[in-house]
């Protein structure tokens, strides 16, 4: 092998980066950052607004999944980051962190020190929060936390229309609860994004202890005698991890990344012709994600961002924001929403909005020509599990990615019902004035099964995949609560993958918590200083 390192840290996104600068500032310790994509210098990466390039193609895989066989053999674009600071480079900024019950859930599997009481110092420890400095909120720390910038009047509107269907203002949806709809905070500083690349990694790249490493992607986890040795990039360069290997390439990356190094299932392994290191079923399992629906109407005037698709008010909007950081430019488009129930006997909201201040800002999504306005929803607790496989040996390939959306028929319920919350609130009288009709679905769209048609045609995916190698208390588990791999020595995996069950939220905030407290447990076993 080449040069050997203490840590090598496989994966540059909201875990990986985190991890990355939290081990290097102890000067003793040789951290390397590995990242398949590139450097995040393009300006998309940086201006708020720039969100609605992303799923579109900059700074990512280019992955679908597999045809849906509960949603009519449906194939979904399925954006996966490809850019250093992974999915907090290119999501839409958003600081949610799921419900208490979310982590309290995962201790009861068996996840001793996950609890939210034991999360909590993890979330604050990465905050530098410009409103709220309280028991749920810090400020000093790495992660830039903002309210928005370029709030419009049809917010204001969506709120009243909200309170007309009982739903509550809520001013911190990362505070004591969740329930209700508000501004979401977000992860910028300074009208600009605060990814995971910027904030941890950037400020830590002078240390000379601190290697990073972009175009960098892994064949294969090196593994001799049960123990991670180190790491196989595709040009064939081999690379010694002396203490550790550190995953945290996600919920998608892990477990294919895995896969391709022989831990995994034994007969999917065998199939491929990909030699047995370790029998591990679960491996892949237990994909999550919130399958996102999405109302939209045309507006009655200029009442969104959709106006500024005319190249003249483009220019405008940009010299806006040189001047003074406000405008369309500044805003992430998705941040106002909230949380609410579908079922009324859930302990904690189960449906979550995202209110999109235009039309068509993601891949595949419809664009209103005289302008709109867009309110997703998404249930938060899906009991479809779907999977993460290899297409071949090759490691260039893109992996087989299954959602296995609606496989559930409660999702397939529930999902409905948050949909028609949507189309409640949209038709509200506050919202009246603005909005000139409601586009999808529309009024043909009567019945449960043509909401179901609907949304097998008009859907997408909320980005907020999870699970796919799990921790927890049982022998099944992948992981320990610690995030070591069962069966192999050396290997931790850090990232959204780990969740026993997804949060009932975005995912970022959580993927930054788990590097936080990855980065913690690994200085306390190796007597780093914290």
């Known amino acids: 092998m080449q040069k050997g390192y203490d840590f090598i840290v496989i994966g540059g996104g909201s875990a990986g980066c985190t991890i990355a600068a939290r081990l290097a500032e102890d000067p003793k310790v040789e951290v390397l950052l590995l990242e398949a994509g590139g450097r995040d210098r393009h300006p998309f990466y940086h201006l708020p607004a720039g969100f609605a390039k992303m799923t579109k193609g900059i700074g990512s895989w280019g ?43 995962w201790r009861q ?27 749920y909120h810090a ?62 990694l950037a400020p830590n790249l002078w240390r000379s202890n601190l290697t990073l490493k972009t175009g960098a992607q892994v064949r294969r986890i ?31 990356g892990s477990p294919r990344l895995l896969q391709l190094s022989g831990i995994g299932p034994a007969d999917h392994l065998n199939a491929l012709g990909i030699p047995v290191a370790l029998d591990q079923p679960e491996i892949g399992a237990n994909l999550q994600d919130h399958l996102d629906l999405y109302c939209i109407c045309e507006v009655s005037g200029p009442h969104t961002y959709d106006r ?45 909005f995202h209110l999109g201040l235009g039309t068509g800002i993601e891949k595949g999504v419809e664009a209103m020509p005289q302008g709109g306005v867009t309110l997703n929803s998404c249930y938060l607790r899906p009991r479809s599990r779907g999977t993460v496989r290899l297409a071949s040996a090759d490691p260039r390939a893109a992996p087989l990615i299954d959602p296995n959306y609606l496989s559930d028929p409660k999702d397939r319920e529930l999902s409905i019902e948050g949909l028609k919350l949507t189309q409640a609130i949209l038709n509200a009288d506050p919202l009246k004035p603005f909005i000139k009709a409601e ?57 959204a993958s780990i969740m026993p069950d997804v949060v009932s939220s975005n995912t970022n905030a959580a993927a930054i918590m788990i590097g936080e407290k990855a980065a913690d447990m690994i200085k306390a076993d190796y007597g780093i200083s914290r």
């Open 439 to 495: 586009r999808l679905p529309g009024p043909s769209v009567k019945t449960d099964a043509d909401y179901f048609d609907f949304i097998c045609e008009h859907s997408k995916t909320s980005h907020h995949c999870a699970g796919t190698v799990r921790m927890g208390g049982d022998a099944a588990a992948p992981l320990d609560p610690d995030l070591t791999l069962r069966g192999i020595e050396s290997l931790r995996v850090a990232d």
């Open 63 to 105: 992955w679908s999944t597999v045809p849906q066989r509960h949603m009519q053999g449906r194939v979904f674009n399925y954006t996966q980051a490809k850019v250093i600071g992974g999915g907090s480079a290119i999501n839409a900024q958003i600081y949610t962190r799921g419900a208490a019950q979310d982590y309290d859930g």
């Open 308 to 352: 500024f698709a005319k190249p003249h008010l483009s220019v405008l909007a940009g010299m806006q924001y040189l001047l003074n950081r406000t405008g369309p430019v500044a805003s992430s488009l998705f941040e106002t929403g909230g949380f609410w129930y579908a079922d009324p006997s859930a302990r904690s909201p189960d449906i979550q």
């Open 222 to 252: 090196i593994l001799r005698k049960g123990r991670a040795m180190g790491v196989e990039l595709m040009d064939g360069t081999r690379l010694a991890a002396l203490c550790e290997v550190v995953l945290s390439s996600g919920a998608i």
């Open 139 to 200: 400020k000093g720390g790495p992660l830039g936390v903002s309210q928005p910038r370029a709030p419009l009047p049809i917010c204001d509107a969506y709120f009243e229309a909200a309170a007309t269907l009982g739903i509550p203002r809520n001013m911190d949806m990362t505070g004591e609860k969740q329930d209700g709809v508000g501004y979401y905070q977000l992860t910028q500083r300074n009208a600009r994004r605060s990814s995971a690349a910027m904030a941890f």
């Open 109 to 135: 599997k068996g996840c001793e020190g996950w609890s939210y009481e034991d999360v909590l110092p993890y979330f604050r420890k990465s905050e530098d929060n410009d409103s709220h400095d309280n028991r």
